[in-house]
């Protein structure tokens, strides 16, 4: 049996959250059809308000519902830090970290295959806001995947030929992680970048 | 840091679907925002039409956007087999199987410790669809759990006192499952179940 033409536009809607496939997208469907229908109301509300009340801070790039964030606007943090993420997400990762730079925000990573060049990703936009800032280093903190590194290194190439200093989170073993457990490439980087210990 | 308040909106209201946490919510939330704007607003348009047109059969009170459902208003049923079932998730499991009878959807099981007794999940209803048909037996789909069988009981113990067969699901093994992996209550059932062997 099929379900009914209003019930299956919502599973194909629901489907393109991430991480939802059919069978969870009919659960959550029937869920708040028979158990949450006020709820389903509130999230079909939050969603146009989201979409049309958010845009992208015009300095960092990152997700905001004014024209510039309150990082960007925040005048306690460091300006002379600059932290080079690959999304919003990423944002709010380092924030927990407790740092307190400033940040730019690209919109993800360079992907040749997919058609995903430096203007794709807004790397002159990054070389403009590098020039119209003060960073005595910019830190690239893109993931930690092949095209992450290719995208950090070239960044950081563009940033040497501006006599800029630009820094690579460092690679190696998670905190709690286990020897046995990681894979080969990540134990290489703990190694190579192994450091004395401080006593 | 915190998110902005039509991000903070739109995460909790994403955490009403079943199976959303914290982290999953704000990843589906910045998904949405960063990267399928459109999407969103198709999902939020699903859920209003969905909230606004779908009702309940108001014979069998399986989810509906017509007064009588599909499956009840289809003529080559077998009348003679009403199913009972404890949600309209159900109907759809069910029907993969192939059976071909009718059905009632109850609102969930019987559960007294949270209020929830015959008249909240339907039975006085199911007692007048039972007596508007003509069934010769009706199927007790309720689910294998503590609550299911006492609901389960109770509604067979009405039924016969209406002179009216009520059967009850086998319990026993799943297809695939193995005897060391399985619960000791399954094997229990499957055990007391057992069944001469066909030749």
Redesign the interface.
Known sequence: ?S?????R??I???R????VGQK?A?????????R??S?????????????D??GHCKQCRT???DEL???CLDPRRDDSLLCVVE???D??AV??TGFRGRYFVL?GHLSPLDGLGPEAIGIPELLTRVDAGSFGEVILATNPTVEGEATAHYIAQLLANKGLVASRIAHGMPLGGELELVDGGTLAHALAGRRPIQL
């Open positions: 049996m379900f009914s033409p209003l019930i536009h919502l194909d809607s629901l393109i959250l991430p991480g969870t009919q659960r959550m469907a029937l869920h708040l059809l028979e949450d229908r709820g389903a109301v509130r999230l079909a509300q939050a969603l146009t308000q989201a979409m009340g958010v997700l905001s519902e964030c309150h990082l999304g919003p997400m944002v709010y924030e927990q919109k």
